[in-house]
């Protein structure tokens, strides 16, 4: 019987020591991805930020293609500059067309170096409607190029998508994820975004004032340059209350910002 | 009294009458509701439906694991007893397949509890999976029906029957069990690379379905891994047997039996890593993003944790053999090359582990200048983790090789050649495989992931060229004494069960990986899930539930053992005859005493 309870115990301490181990590593909940809703009037450039956020979220495009440096894999071509070139891969092929075979039929041209391997997108398991390859198209002409793709322009693939009626409507705009971040991290407690002062500085047209580095300085390393009027010593002493440098990671620190470079 | 008893009787009929007014009154809304349509998900209260499949399911994979092993080694141990004659072969097979019975029941329970589950909770995805494999059932229920008979005379009939007859019916059981272990897996296998079905979900070739993309390298990688687990699961029995044992007969036999589970375990560990890179090259293959989900993406962190299993298995193994030296008279010698050992196993363990890229503070990536640590960084990357799992091999191969010869002197004349060809292999072996490690550094991903192959081929040629060297080495070979079985510290048995909570932990966590890997999909591609569980938990979270499923399977293994060894104790009236005598002696002399004083 002794023996048995310290066999027992034993037991838990390896489990616990396991469980232990699995919260060592990155903690991330990964949710669904979330359909979008997509009117018939979008502008050139809600196209793209649609698109964009399908290129991260519901296309699952990062899986395997890289961003210039905002990948995480590099698996199959790197997308950064697809906007420029993406009319010479194909000889009498448009940008948009290429693209767009890119996508329904991908592996009908498979770019020298590469495997085939990529899924149809507007297929299962991605199942992208026919509107919303047309905002992802948006947003890879918009890479190193000019868009000219519109929801008006007809491709030849299209009807031919899985699972566009079950899509939920959801409501999109912008970059939602940073401005999730921008009230998680409870930024927006002391700085307002229509001009009026708060406890810091209003970020209303921050992206015309400051530059992407000064932005990610003024984040790190806040007491660096103060504007005129508030204390030093605040923000750094928020950012400490609120965990931010110990929960956020480098690609949502860009992500926030992008955002703020946005205002 | 007739009449009390016709109160009675009256008061209950009125109570039942009560009672079941109350039931149809409390009942009157459910069926006088309309007939609504099945729901897809039904939730239970406070706790999550996928929690407890989750739960439930493994378990029941953890049992079945274990009564699909016990009988394939219990067979080749028989059949070794049968063919040398050596009793204790045979009384070995007979003791692992002791703890058959009790887990057969519990692996039926699970899984009948695993299919109520589903249908309660999951009724659309159960009638879907329902749709596509109905024809599957039929056979499936009939095998069962098969393995209980086949286990049950296997069990019940050892010693009944002619040695011949007996081993029939354990290869019969083994044949079964694995055909079960194979209908199983295209269930499974089905929902993470669905074929045989249209883009609709609708049945097109049930034996496409059947034989998808995983289902055959699921199939071979669950033979090998049983037998793993199974091994380690009766080595712990031999542990605790050994624990509790009170005479040296008895240690030395559980200390033989807790060292052949070991062994069986670990020689069916080694080929693992390989048919695991099989059943990786085949979900690439169905869809390269579910591979790259699975090992780049969202699942690649959990590959540092396996690291770490893995690592500490071959660390436990390791240490197993080292102590089991000390059994062995001549294995003196060969101590001064176990810290080199330790010092190569803790090294490949290091690097194994290493993340590819660190969980870091904002000023800390900024100080590494990303989120790569500039040194560690060279270590995170698959050449150099390869590296690491083959030298691990090969090492805990070297430990198993000075195990086998301490206390043997070669005595063959090309001795001496015959250690140099075998140091030679493994030296050409070792500069080969750290070669390419290197190499890989400088080439294509491409041409990176073909240089596995040669790798793991180069070890598995050390292993089988050493091995068979050694055979011959060592016939007729001078003895420097026995191995005295049964003396082994303690800590040894400790090692052991270490070697198997390890191992399940280690199956929880791959059966969540596979099962996680298809994200919000319950089949991936074709029924989405759109529960309020569709999220992939964090990889603390799902480390929480392993852990919870392991510490219950190892309460419910030590009912096993409990009940598995009663039927080596002395029976009651045989146990407690002494005991009864003298009570009965007592209270006679207390009657004595008492009509004595009487009399008087």
Redesign the interface.
């Given at each position: 019987m002794k023996?048995?309870l310290y066999?027992?115990g034993?037991?838990?301490l390896?489990?616990?020591f396991?469980?232990y181990?699995?919260?060592?590593?990155?903690?991330?909940?990964?949710?669904?991805?979330e359909d979008i809703a997509i009117s018939a009037d979008l502008s050139t450039a809600e196209m793209v930020a649609i698109g964009e956020e399908i290129v991260a979220g519901k296309g699952?495009c990062l899986?395997?293609h890289t961003m210039g440096e905002s990948g995480?894999?590099?698996?199959f071509p790197d997308l950064g500059n697809i906007g420029a070139i993406a009319a010479t891969r194909v000889e009498g092929q448009g940008d948009v067309t290429y693209l767009a075979e890119s996508m329904y039929d991908p592996n009908a041209y498979v770019l020298p170096g590469f495997?085939a391997?990529?899924?149809a997108v507007a297929?299962?398991?991605?199942?992208l409607t026919d509107d919303e390859i047309l905002t992802v198209i948006a947003y890879l002409q918009s890479l190193g190029g000019t868009p000219t793709v519109t929801m008006a322009t007809e491709l030849e693939w299209q009807g031919q998508s899985?699972g566009a009626a079950?899509a939920a409507p959801v409501a999109v705009g912008g970059n939602r994820d940073a401005e999730t971040l921008f009230t998680s991290y409870l930024c927006n407690t002391c700085h307002n975004l229509d001009g009026t002062p708060g406890a810091g500085p209003s970020l209303e047209g921050l992206g015309t004032r400051l530059t992407k580095a000064e932005i990610y300085e003024s984040i790190?390393d806040p007491d660096a340059t103060i504007t005129e009027g508030f204390a030093p010593g605040v923000m750094g002493t928020m950012l400490t209350a609120t965990g931010f440098?110990?929960q956020?990671s480098?690609q949502e620190?860009q992500s926030l910002v992008d955002y703020l470079a946005g205002l | 009294m007739t009449c009390f008893c016709r109160t009675k009787a009256v008061r209950a009929l009125l109570v039942g009458l009560v009672a079941s007014a109350a039931v149809v009154l409390l009942c009157e809304p459910a069926l006088a509701a309309p007939q609504e349509a099945d729901p897809d998900y039904r939730a239970l209260p406070f706790i999550s439906s996928r929690v407890v499949m989750w739960i439930i399911a493994e378990l029941h994979l953890m049992f079945a694991a274990f009564v699909l092993a016990v009988p394939m080694f219990a067979l080749v141990l028989e059949f070794i007893g049968y063919k040398t004659g050596d009793k204790r072969f045979d009384q070995l097979a007979y003791d692992f397949t002791k703890l058959l019975s009790v887990s057969f029941s519990f692996t039926a329970t699970l899984g009948a509890l695993l299919t109520f589950g589903l249908i309660v909770l999951y009724p659309a995805l159960t009638k879907y999976l329902v749709k596509v494999f109905s024809w599957t059932f039929l056979p499936y229920v009939l095998l069962f029906f098969f393995e209980a008979v086949f286990l049950y005379a296997y069990y019940y009939g050892w010693g009944k029957f002619s040695p011949r007859v007996h081993l029939f019916l354990g290869l019969m059981l083994n044949i079964v069990g694995t055909a079960i272990m194979f209908i199983a897996n295209a269930w499974l296998t089905f929902m993470n690379t669905p074929s045989g079905v249209d883009?609709?979900g609708n049945l097109t070739s049930l034996w496409d379905a059947i034989n998808n993309y995983i289902w055959m390298p699921i199939n071979i990688h669950r033979l090998i891994a049983n037998m793993a687990f199974g091994g380690a699961i009766g080595a712990a029995y031999g542990a605790?047997k050994f624990?509790?044992a009170r005479t040296m007969e008895e240690k030395a036999h559980y200390d033989w039996m807790g060292y052949t589970g070991n062994f069986i375990a670990i020689c069916a560990l080694l080929p693992l890593p390989f048919a695991g890179y099989w059943l990786g090259v085949e979900i690439?293959a169905y869809?390269?993003?579910l591979g790259?989900?699975l090992m780049?993406?969202?699942f690649s962190?959990?590959f540092?944790?396996q690291a770490?299993?893995i690592g500490n298995l071959f660390l436990a193994a390791n240490y197993y053999l080292w102590l089991s030296m000390s059994r062995i008279a001549g294995a003196e010698r060969y101590r001064r090359f176990i810290k080199y050992l330790l010092g190569v196993i803790t090294l490949c363990f290091i690097v194994w582990a290493t993340?590819h890229s660190l969980?870091a503070?904002?000023?800390e990536?900024?100080a590494m200048g990303?989120?790569h640590h500039p040194i560690l960084n060279v270590l995170g990357v698959m050449s150099a983790k390869n590296t690491a799992v083959n030298l691990l091999i090969l090492t805990t191969y070297v430990s198993f090789l000075l195990y086998r010869r301490a206390n043997k002197d070669a005595t063959v004349s090309w001795a001496r050649t015959g250690n140099l060809v075998q140091f030679g292999i493994f030296a050409v072996v070792v500069i080969f495989v750290v070669f390419l490690g290197v190499y890989g550094y400088f080439v294509d991903?491409?041409t990176r992931i073909g240089l596995s192959q040669p790798q793991v081929f180069s070890v598995l040629f050390a292993m089988v060229a050493v091995t068979v060297i050694d055979l011959f080495l060592f016939r007729g070979a001078r003895k420097r004494g026995e191995i005295d079985w049964g003396r082994i510290p303690a800590r040894a048995q400790?090692a052991l069960?270490?070697l198997a909570?390890?191992f399940a932990?280690l199956m929880g966590l791959m059966g969540y990986v596979r099962a996680g890997m298809r994200?919000?999909?319950h089949v991936?591609?074709?029924i989405?899930?759109t529960s309020v569980d569709?999220?992939?938990?964090?990889?603390?979270?799902?480390?929480?539930v392993?852990?919870i499923t392991?510490?219950i399977f190892?309460?419910f293994i030590?009912v096993v053992f409990f009940l598995s060894g009663l039927s080596s104790r002395k029976d009651w009236a045989e146990r407690t005859k002494g005991t009864r005598r003298w009570f009965r002696r007592a209270k006679q002399e207390q009657s004595d005493s008492t009509l004595s004083v009487e009399a008087s």
């Open positions: 023996h048995a066999i027992f034993f037991t838990i390896v489990s616990a396991y469980w181990v699995s919260l060592w590593v990155p903690q991330k909940r990964t949710e669904p991805p699952t899986t395997c995480a894999a590099l698996r495997v391997g990529m899924p297929r299962p398991p991605v199942a899985i079950d790190l440098r110990e956020v480098a620190l | 883009e609709l605790y624990l509790g690439y869809d390269q993003s790259i989900t780049g993406g969202t962190w959990l540092i944790i770490v299993l993340p969980v503070t904002v000023e990536a900024r990303g989120s991903a491409q400790y069960f270490f909570i390890t932990w994200q919000h999909w991936y591609g074709v989405r899930d569709a999220f992939t938990p964090t990889l603390g979270f799902a480390g929480l392993v852990s392991v510490i190892f309460l030590a």
